[in-house]
């Protein structure tokens, strides 16, 4: 059964770097063609796609945050990240780590396996 | 402000259907069959109840079906039940390697 499970801090500064891990298990990152992706949600808001990432590291980001996103793999851990720089508290958001539907065509499935989510608050 | 428009809440009683619309441009929802519907109950991780368009994962009741006419989407609930009181979000491919969603749509079964 595949899970993912975020992890990283739960509190930010502004003007920080955000970091947060998708750990996988159920399924090898290295030897699928997804585009793992992060998905974010403030509080009572909708969702947002952040980025997308498959094993050979090639990626794809929201366009309105691609100045401060990165997102990484660890094929070696089974793992792949997202660093959101200069955060204000408009990033504050419960943070999802998804896997989608079809493997190798970007967004085409949509995502149908998800973490449980991590909420991330920017504050001093 | 979303790229994809949804109306903010729909709803219907037990048993009746109820349309939810997804509404972008010729570059979203209107050049690519790549829409997806999720399915959001509170304090849960969205549920994908539709891909390309029309299509329901394996488990998904068949009661959820969506369509597309020109730069609209449409998740059609049949038979509604108490448990499909959930917000609901579409998706899009965007072309350029961009994906964007909806800003929701709350539905209340009555």
Known sequence: QLQLQESGPGLVKPSETLSLTCTVSGDSISSSTYYWGWIRQPPGKGLEWIGSINYSGTTYYCPSLKSRVTVSVDTSKNQFSLKLSSVTAADTAVYYCARPMIRGIFARGGFNYWGQGILVTVSS | ?110
């Open chain 2, 1 to 110: 402000q979303s790229a994809l428009t949804q109306p903010p809440s729909a709803s219907g009683s037990p048993g009746q259907s109820v349309t939810i619309s997804c509404t972008g441009t010729s570059s979203d929802v209107g050049a690519y069959d790549y829409v997806s519907w999720y399915q959001q109950h509170p304090g849960k991780a969205p549920k994908l109840m539709i891909y390309e368009v029309s299509k329901r994962p394996s488990g998904v009741p068949d009661r959820f079906s969506g369509s597309k006419s020109g730069n609209a989407a449409s998740l059609t609930v049949s038979g509604l039940q108490a448990e499909d009181e959930a917000d609901y979000y579409c998706s899009s491919y965007a072309g350029s390697n961009n994906l964007v969603f909806g800003g929701g749509t709350k539905l209340t079964v009555l």
